[in-house]
């Protein structure tokens, strides 16, 4: 009975939006100009924030993983705090740091480099909120990987670097993208974080998260709706695909 009225918990709320869903007017929904916008603007700065995470997120959970140094847990702590974080705080903590006057902001607003209020900064907070699940896989992944083959490459005098390219990455390739999908659906479904720090101007950081707020603000129940259950499809999408290996790397 218990674990019928958990899933429920789940399932009704999903039920009741593609029970209240619009069909017939899916597609013009969709296809309009604010919402391709939108939707475009998304998979941009979502695709760039998890090139971000691959290329900062890989070395930092190598390190995590196999580098035995003071402060270790703290860092790992930090790392993925925001996952737990909410998002808005995350937000906050952001501008603090990385605005105009922030910690670092007001050295970089002297450089040149504005990131508040920019896709710049929509893309730093996707990135903020979704690198957490990369390299909690990555690292797991790092973990669990057979040390012998490793150890053998080093025997045969292969560097550190080449080991890690030729041997470790394609031991780790599976969960790489599985932290990389899983990044990339987290980027791409972010809000509170993004609306506090890039803002919402459309065209420019109004991201489709943030687009079906905002008909939902102007009482635009059918378009939020629709907008709301492409989000839906390709989050289900995303952990119907990778949950058995995300779940097995935690």
């Given at each position: 009975?218990?674990?019928?009225?958990a899933?429920l918990?789940?399932?009704?709320p999903?039920?009741?939006?593609?029970?209240?869903?619009?069909?017939?007017?899916?597609?013009?929904?969709?296809?309009?100009?604010?919402?391709?916008?939108a939707?475009?603007l998304?998979?941009?700065?979502?695709?760039?924030?998890?090139?971000?995470?691959i290329?900062l997120?890989?070395?930092?959970?190598w390190?995590q993983?196999?580098?035995?140094?003071?402060g270790?847990?703290?860092?790992?702590?930090?790392?993925?705090?925001p996952?737990?974080?909410?998002?808005?705080?995350?937000?906050i903590?952001?501008?603090?740091?990385?605005?105009?006057?922030g910690?670092v902001?007001?050295?970089l607003?002297?450089?040149?480099?504005?990131?508040?209020f920019h896709?710049?900064g929509?893309?730093?907070?996707?990135?903020f909120?979704?690198?957490?699940?990369?390299v909690?896989?990555?690292?797991a992944?790092?973990?669990s990987?057979?040390?012998?083959?490793?150890?053998?490459?080093r025997?045969l005098?292969?560097?550190?670097?080449?080991?890690?390219?030729?041997?470790?990455?394609?031991?780790?390739?599976?969960?790489?993208?599985a932290?990389?999908?899983l990044?990339?659906?987290?980027?791409?479904?972010?809000?509170?974080?993004?609306?506090?720090?890039a803002?919402?101007?459309?065209?420019?950081?109004q991201t489709?998260?943030?687009?079906?707020?905002?008909?939902?603000?102007?009482?635009?129940?059918?378009?939020a709706?629709?907008?709301?259950l492409?989000?839906?499809?390709?989050?289900?999408?995303?952990?119907?695909?990778?949950?058995?290996?995300?779940?097995?790397?935690?």
């Open positions: 009975m218990g674990a019928t009225l899933a918990i789940f399932v009704v999903l039920v009741g939006l593609l029970w209240r869903a619009p069909w017939s007017s899916m597609w013009s929904t969709i296809s309009s100009h604010d919402a391709r916008t939707l475009r998304s998979l941009t700065t979502s695709i760039a924030s998890t090139a971000i995470a290329v997120g890989v070395p930092l959970a390190v993983a196999y580098v035995d140094y003071p270790r847990r703290v860092v790992r702590a930090m790392t993925l705090l996952m737990v974080l909410p998002p808005v705080v995350g937000g903590a952001l501008l603090l740091a990385l605005g105009k006057r910690l902001g007001q050295y607003d002297h450089a040149g480099v504005h990131l508040p896709v710049g929509a893309i730093l907070a996707e990135t909120v979704a690198m957490p699940f990369l909690l896989t990555v690292e992944a790092f973990r990987a057979d040390p012998r083959y490793q150890d053998a490459a025997t005098g292969a560097s550190r670097l080449h080991v890690f390219r030729r041997v470790t990455l394609p031991m780790i390739r599976p969960s790489l993208l932290g990389a999908v990044c990339w659906a987290r980027a791409l479904g972010e809000f509170g974080a993004t609306i506090t720090f803002g919402n101007t459309q065209g420019k950081t489709l998260p943030l687009f079906v707020y905002i008909k939902l603000e102007e009482g635009n129940t059918d378009a709706i629709v907008l709301s492409v989000l839906l499809a390709i989050s289900l999408a995303v952990l119907v695909s990778l949950r058995d290996r995300w779940l097995s790397a935690l």
